[in-house]
């Protein structure tokens, strides 16, 4: 069974980022905090906003398996790619040359092929020739391939970020050729075959990609970290006058943290201009950074934003952002952030979110 990744609608689109004051109680906002995106998405994602990439990485079953488990991606098949033939079979691998390779196709309004990469690059040994796991043998090699040249800076940008980490790595970095389908038998075949072979710790699926601990520290504590403004929008959702904010027309290379936490959630290159008054983006930094939650009050229909690790009220999120960066508008108070500029960012404990920013 196929994956579907929806994507938010709305029956306004306002320009107002904010929730009013003390809209939400204690009550209905554990109540909402306990939803995830699915039951508060409406539609199917839109066919604009679908990319591929192919993948391997040893088994097709394990990396198949994992990708299955990330928000954001829409669709999987496992497949033979990048081989001397333009046909084969599982059974002919070892004439034909082809890798086991997964077609991924995700969402790019939910997440960002560099983030799809920093996955990848966390169930392979990129310094591995020709085995992954207990798997040996040319078909088990690592690959990631491409069908789209404008996806080539995203690639090496992580590439090198990897071999930054790793020294020189051993991932084939080419453009797609040959791919064909693997037989049916091997199509999602950890859904069909829960307790099947799987060289992949899937449950890292669910954590996140770097470590850090973004709780809130208490309340009295908040209360001296920052301003009273900050503290009215962060903590009682709050919403700032418009064309207020300090980091309105920001738009140095850098991230954007939870003022409190300092929690990264937002990136530089998916800032926009909106003219709506309000800090704008088009995704978050990493599609787990977020928490969403239904904000009905006074009588309209809204999808609010809270950071993941501090719970604090960020803004709300719109469906009229523009079509190129997938539609979505992040409508976001400036006084719940903090910029940190690129080159800060190391010195500041940021820098493995660097690749997230260019």
């Keep these: 069974m196929k994956k579907i990744v929806f994507i938010l609608v709305f029956a306004f689109v306002l320009a107002s980022c904010g929730a009013p004051e ?6 209905s906002k554990e109540e909402n905090i306990s939803q995830n995106r699915e039951e508060i998405m409406a539609v199917e994602t839109k066919k604009q906003n679908v990319r591929t990439i192919y993948l391997a990485g040893g088994c097709f079953w394990g990396v198949e398996g994992y990708f299955q488990k990330i928000d954001g991606v829409v669709d999987t098949d496992t497949g033979y790619a990048n081989g001397k033939t333009e046909d084969t079979d599982y059974h002919a691998l070892h004439s034909t040359d082809h890798a086991e390779t997964v077609r991924v196709d995700y969402d790019f309004s939910i997440i960002s092929l560099e ?6 690059f966390r169930i392979i040994d990129p310094k591995s020739v020709n085995k992954q796991g ?3 043998g040319r078909q088990y090699r690592t690959g990631v391939y491409y069908v789209d040249e404008s996806d080539l800076p995203s690639i090496k940008k992580i590439f090198e970020y990897e071999e930054e980490k790793h ?3 051993v991932v084939e970095l080419e453009e797609l050729k040959n791919f064909v389908t693997a037989e049916a038998y091997h199509q999602d075949y950890l859904q069909k075959n829960p307790g099947g072979y799987c060289h992949i710790n899937l449950s890292m699926a669910y954590e996140p990609l770097f470590k850090g601990g973004y709780e809130n520290p208490e309340e009295e504590e908040i209360k001296k970290l920052i301003d009273e403004k900050s503290y009215k929008v962060l903590r009682n959702n709050g919403t700032e006058p ?4 300090d980091i309105l027309k920001e738009y140095r290379k850098g991230i954007y943290v939870d003022k409190i936490t300092g929690e990264p959630l937002f990136a530089s290159k998916d800032k926009f201009d909106s003219h709506c008054g309000w800090p704008s983006f088009s995704k978050p930094i990493l599609n787990n950074k977020i928490k969403y939650l239904n904000d009905d009050s006074l009588g309209m229909n809204r999808v609010e934003v809270r950071s993941s690790g501090g719970d604090n009220h960020l803004g709300h999120v719109f469906n ?3 079509i ?11 006084l719940s952030l903090r910029f940190i500029p ?3 960012m190391d010195k500041e404990g940021y820098g493995e979110y660097k690749p997230l920013c260019d």
């Design 320 to 322: 009229d952002g523009p």
């Design 242 to 245: 418009p064309n207020t904010s």
């Design 134 to 136: 207990p798997d040996r």
């Design 324 to 334: 190129e960066k997938g539609g979505l508008r992040y409508c976001i108070n400036g």
């Design 115 to 120: 983030e799809i990469l920093l996955h990848y």
């Design 167 to 169: 020294g020189e790595i």
């Design 22 to 27: 003390n809209a939400l109680d204690n009550e």
């Design 342 to 344: 690129y080159e800060d």
